[in-house]
Structures are given as C-alpha cells and as structure tokens.
C-alpha cells in the first residue's frame, strides 16, 4: 500500500538547492502536482546561508556536488546554523561512503539521481512531519511562559520551585495526552525517569508503564528476547512461551532509558517497531501490534552521536516526537532548599530520626557547590549526612567526602588554624572592622583562596566578592 501523503499541510517552504534549474524545474513540478506550492528554487550555494536566515524554510533539498560550494560544505554550516531544518541530500553519487558520510554529517536522509517520485514524497513526508515537530516544540515554548500547571496532582513525586522546571511540567500536561513518542534528554542524576512517569500520568492511558534499560541489554538477541518475547522451542532453551516487555505495555507506555547506549543492530530494530508498530515473537511468523506508547531518556548528547555514526538520524527523528530537556540542578539553585529539605526529612523517617535543622552556612555552601551529579548527588550526600550527624543541627563535618567540593580533613585544618582575631584594637571595634578583620583572616587561612574563604565565614562566594568590591570602593 502507497504511503499518504500531505505536503499539502507544511507551514514553510521546501526549499531546492541545485545548480541544474531544469533539475529543479522537475522536482518542483513534481511537488506542485502533489499539493505542495510553497516550493523555492536556488541554484547559486553560496546564497543558502542568508536565505535560510531570513526564516520560513522548513526542508531542503540540497545537492551534493556544486560549483562555488559543495553540498558537503554547506551541509556542515546547515547543520550548525539551524538544526532544526530537516536536509535531504539529493546525490548521483551511490557509494556507500558518501551515503554514510552524508549521515554522519547530520543530513535527515538522502536520495539518488535520477530521483523516484516516491521516494522523494516518502522522504519529505518524513521531514514535513519532524519540521512540524519542531515548530509545535517552539510554539508550546513560547506559551509555556505563563501557563500554569493544570494538574498539580501529577507532579507530587517532583520537588521543584523553579520555573525552568515549571516549563517542563506544563510541556509534559500538553504533550503527553498525544501519542508521538517523546525523547527526554538531561544529564545523569537529573530525575529523566521521574519525569517519564509524570508523563505516563498525564497520557491516561489505561496500560501500564513498562521500563526498559538498554544500558544492560548490550546483546542483541537479549534485546530482541526482552523486548518481543518468543515461542515455545523456538531456540534451545525456550522450554516455555515468554511474553516480551511490548506485550506487557500494551495500551501503557514503553520506556527506554539510557537509549542512547543502544547498539547499532537494536537500533535497527527499534526503528521498525517505530516506524511499523508491529512486531514478531522470536520464532512465530505471527505479526502483533505494539500499542504502547513510546518514550526514551539519555544523557548522550545525539548531535555527536549522529555526526560520528554511532547513533542512526532516522531513529532519533522517530523518537523525537516530542523532546523534554530536563535542566541541570546548577540551572536551577533556587531547588536546592527544597530539596535538601525534603531528602533531610525524607533520610531522617527512614532511619528512624528526628531530621535535623538545616543551619544558614550549610545551606548557602550548598547552594554555591556544582552538584554534577544533579539531585541524586544531593540525596546521597543528604543520606550520608544525615546518618553521620549526631546533634540537631547537620554541620559541614557531617558531609564528610566530596560536600562543597573539599575533602572533610582540608577543612578540618582550615578550621583549626591559629587565628589572629585576638590582635588589639587601638579602639573599640565596630562591627565593619571585626568583618573585615575577619574576612582578612579566611582569605589568609585559605592561601588567597576566595571560594574556600567563602566556605569558612559561611556565606555564598557572591556576598564574599561584593564586600571586597565595597572595601575596594571605599
């Protein structure tokens, strides 16, 4: 069966990029006769960059070999410049390197010359649809600004103050009653798969969620066991049926976590089941439905993986229905005395302790540490603190380790350094000389070193250079 098509329905333009105009004469007809008007023709390369900066061009047709530049010159500046329009490379060269260069390089797909009317309709169709992805993604953006949170019930298990954060709970209420897959990206520790199950919440889809993690299904043939399942006898060993995990998320939600890690032979398969929605159990020749909506998180960063080959352009745009970056913890400070309360009160129940107050100076070193290990850095640093810590108050002895980025004993040496707090005043001293004396005296236990300095008077490295800022002005 033919695939549909509706160009018909693309809000910018396709633009064609070719020095033969009676080529492009062709292609435009052929567009032209398939319900497609909004089409424009260039036949000079070195014009592409400040047309695409002029705004509306949703895909490109770009040739490969010009004159003045080369489409495997522009392709890299197209790429880098506005990623988010979809190329196809239209090539007479049929090679395998080129091909695969043409991929690496992030072209979305390419096609040979002469071209095959489906086959250009079936490629456009393809990018039509990711174009329109992405302008859905800016306008949900744009509205997110000051929509609030319809559901808050949805959001219980995420602690958050921020509006970065706001953003993203809003997109999830918008986007998860759809059923184009969602990719969410953020780096490790940012809680990818809390906000998976807040989106399985907001979809009411009457299945359940079903978590797969790729990174420890390195094999093949495992991923191919876990994921569809097989038949009795189907291989040595299949001493019964097992149903795989798609058959389980039926009518629910499919969650790939760490999709990034996949091998390029699953990531085949992973695309068909996209782009087919069926599937087989290993040794049946019975074809299933897979019902279950698709979401994937990775820490990876895809524009790399894409440009180097190691993940497939084709699959991500299948999984980037829709994308949720989750912010870093460092983008959001304004979290950090949410949470750390939260996971103290949360530590202490579970061992069975009366949670301990949360001084000033902890809280403001806290704020000024770079958790690069986002919120799951904090709650094991919160655990080990809260277990060690013996009196009512959690002190920076309790985080012993990595807490503030210094080592418990380095600290510890500071702390007791001699001072030289007990010099004589030629008068009583006001409160502006003792802060002084006493901002004087951390700098010099810290060798000069203004965030440990910081750390001793027990406020943020910001207050401590706007008081050497006003000591300089006055």
């Known amino acids: 069966m033919q695939e549909a098509f509706h160009l018909d329905s693309i809000n910018g333009t396709i633009l064609i990029v070719d020095d033969d105009i009676g080529f492009m004469e062709s292609v435009r007809r052929t567009l032209i006769t398939n319900n497609c ?19 509306g061009i949703s895909v490109i047709l770009l040739d490969w070999i010009m004159p003045h530049v080369s489409g495997a010159e522009l392709l890299q500046e197209i790429v880098s410049a506005h990623p988010a329009i979809p190329v196809i490379i239209m090539t007479a060269v049929t090679d395998a390197e080129t091909i695969v260069n043409c991929i690496r390089q992030g072209a979305f797909d390419y096609i040979t010359k002469p071209l095959d009317e489906n086959r250009l309709l079936s490629c456009l169709n393809k990018a039509v649809q990711v174009s329109a992805y ?25 602690v958050t103050n921020s509006p970065k954060m706001h953003g993203v709970l809003k997109t999830i209420e918008i986007v998860a009653p759809t059923r ?24 009411n889809l009457p299945g359940k969620l079903v978590c797969v993690n790729v990174a420890g299904l390195d094999d093949d043939e495992i991923f191919s066991d876990t994921l569809y399942g097989h038949v009795k006898g189907a291989f040595t060993g299949a001493s019964d049926t097992r149903e795989g995990l798609i058959s389980q998320a039926a009518g629910g939600t499919l969650f790939f976590d760490e999709v990034g890690d996949l ?10 089941l996209l782009q087919e929605h069926e599937y087989y159990r290993i040794g049946s020749d019975s074809v299933k439905k897979c019902t279950a909506r698709i979401v994937a998180a990775s820490n990876r960063n895809f524009e790399e993986m894409r440009r180097d080959g190691e993940f497939r352009s084709d699959l991500y745009f299948r999984l980037c229905g829709y994308q949720i970056h989750v912010p870093s913890l460092r983008e959001r400070p304004e979290d950090i005395p949410l949470l750390l309360a939260h996971f103290v009160e949360k530590a202490a129940r579970e061992l069975d302790k009366t949670p301990p107050i949360i001084p000033q100076n902890v809280l403001q070193a806290l704020q000024d540490y770079e958790f690069t290990g986002n919120v799951r850095e904090l709650i094991n640093m919160v655990k080990n603190a809260v277990t060690l810590s013996t009196s009512r ?11 503030f980025g210094f080592s418990h004993d380095t600290l510890r040496v500071i702390m007791d350094k001699p001072f030289r707090l007990q010099a004589t005043f030629e008068a009583f001293p006001n409160l502006e000389d003792v802060e002084r004396l006493m901002v004087e005296e951390a700098l010099h236990a810290s060798n000069g070193n203004k965030a440990m300095a910081a750390k001793i008077l027990g406020i943020s490295r910001t207050t401590l250079f706007k008081k050497l800022n006003s000591e300089t002005e006055n």
């Open 134 to 158: 992405e302008e859905q993604v800016q306008q949900l953006t744009a509205y997110l600004q000051g929509a609030p949170v319809a559901r808050p019930e949805l959001f219980e298990d995420i």
């Open 263 to 272: 091998g390029q032979k699953s990531q085949v398969k992973l695309l068909r």
């Open 180 to 203: 184009p897959p969602i990719l969410i990206t953020g780096e490790t520790g940012v809680g990818k798969e809390l906000i998976a199950h807040a989106i399985h919440r907001a979809s």
């Open 37 to 55: 008007t909004n089409v424009m023709m260039l036949d000079d390369s070195r014009k592409i960059i400040s047309e695409l900066d002029r705004g």
């Open 393 to 403: 108050y959690l002190s920076i002895d309790d985080f012993q380790g990595t807490a």
